[in-house]
C-alpha cells in the first residue's frame, strides 16, 4: 500500500518552543492531509484538514494559531506546535488521502511529543 | 453527522479460534467503510475497505469484514486469530462527500496462545 513517513518520530522539548512534524506522502499524491491527536488509549482525535495550497480547516477547539499546518505540495504537510506546554504533550498522527479517486486515507507512523 | 460505535473495549480468543470485532456506523449517505490496525506506539496500517459492491471485503493478513445496511455494520472477522493480531482495531467511516475520515473508540484485540 501506500506510504507516508513522519518526522521526527519523537521530540522532546522544552515548554515554550515550538516544534515542526513533518509529513510525508512518499509513492503518491495527496491533495487533502489530516492531522490527529491521539491520548493514550484513546481513539483518534482530527484536529485539522489540510488541502494542498489552502488553508486547514480546524476542527472546533483546536487553536490555529497554536497549531500551524502548512500544506505546501502534494506530497508534504507541517504542523507547528508554536509555544509549547506540556499539556501539548500527546501522539500527533497524519494522514494522506489519495488523489486518485479510491478514497483510502493512508497513515504516518505518529510522532510523539513530550513538553517539559 | 457520521459517527462510529464500537461497542467492546476489548476481545480476547485464544489462538486458532475465529474472531470478531464488532462496529456499527450512522452516515447521511453511502457509507466508505474502513478498518485499520495500530500497533503499539506506532501509526495505523489501513486492513481494509467497503466502498461498493461485494458485501463481503477481504484485507491484509487474512481479516475480512462484512457490510450489512440493513443493521449498519461493518464487522471485522478472521477465521483463525494469531497472537500476532493482538493490536487495537480502529473501525472508520466517512460519507462520499470530501470529507475526513470519523473513527470508533477502538476495540483492544488480545489474542491467547
Known sequence: GAVVSQHPSWVICKSGTSVKIECRSLDFQATTMFWYRQFPKQSLMLMATSNEGSKATYEQGVEKDKFLINHASLTLSTLTVTSAHPEDSSFYICSARETSGTDTQYFGPGTRLTVL | ?113
Open chain 2, 1 to 113: 453527522a457520521q459517527s462510529v460505535a464500537q461497542p467492546e473495549d476489548q476481545v480476547n480468543v485464544a489462538e486458532g479460534n475465529p474472531l470478531t470485532v464488532k462496529c456499527t456506523y450512522s452516515v447521511s449517505g453511502n457509507p466508505y467503510l474502513f478498518w485499520y490496525v495500530q500497533y503499539p506506539n506506532r501509526g495505523l496500517q489501513f486492513l481494509l475497505k467497503y466502498i461498493t459492491g461485494d458485501n463481503l471485503v477481504k484485507g491484509s493478513y487474512g481479516f475480512e469484514a462484512e457490510f450489512n445496511k440493513s443493521q449498519t455494520s461493518f464487522h471485522l472477522k478472521k477465521p483463525s486469530a494469531l497472537v500476532s493480531d493482538s493490536a487495537l482495531y480502529f473501525c472508520a467511516v466517512r460519507d462520499t462527500g470530501n470529507t475526513p475520515l470519523v473513527f470508533g473508540k477502538g476495540t483492544r484485540l488480545s489474542v491467547i496462545a
